[in-house]
Nanobody, 123 residues
């Protein structure tokens, strides 16, 4: 069982930055691939970024590539999402998620989910 808790959301201006964190419970954090997802009002939840357990491999949606960076600190059981050059269309609830299988994270069906944190970007 993995419990996930996101933090770091809030209000930012267009062009600004925010850093999201996701704290995970358990002693086997490095065994889990992790992902960040987001859901805007009226839209389906979609993958933002994914990272393997070791952190060696990452993947991004085209809409955030070059602006967002996913990383993890396995010694702290924490996942991060650095968001730069924010746009109003980045406004959404952001969720972190975990699964032992990186492909499962990338395809959007990981087993464990956090409760989400709101990110609002004003123009």
């Amino acid at each position: 069982q993995v419990q996930l808790a996101e933090s770091g959301g809030g209000l930012a201006q267009a062009g600004g930055s925010l850093r999201l964190s996701c704290a995970a419970s358990g002693r086997t954090f490095s065994s889990y691939a992790m992902g960040w997802f987001r859901q805007a009002p009226g839209r389906e939840r979609g993958l933002v970024a994914a990272i393997t357990g070791s952190g060696a491999i990452t993947a991004y949606s085209d809409s955030v590539k070059g602006r967002f960076t996913v990383s993890r600190d396995n010694s702290k059981n924490t996942l991060y999402l650095q968001m730069n050059s924010l746009k109003p269309e980045d406004t959404a609830i952001y969720y972190c998620a975990a699964d032992r299988d990186f492909i499962v994270v990338r395809t959007g069906t990981p087993t464990y989910w956090g409760q989400g944190t709101q990110v609002t970007v004003s123009s």
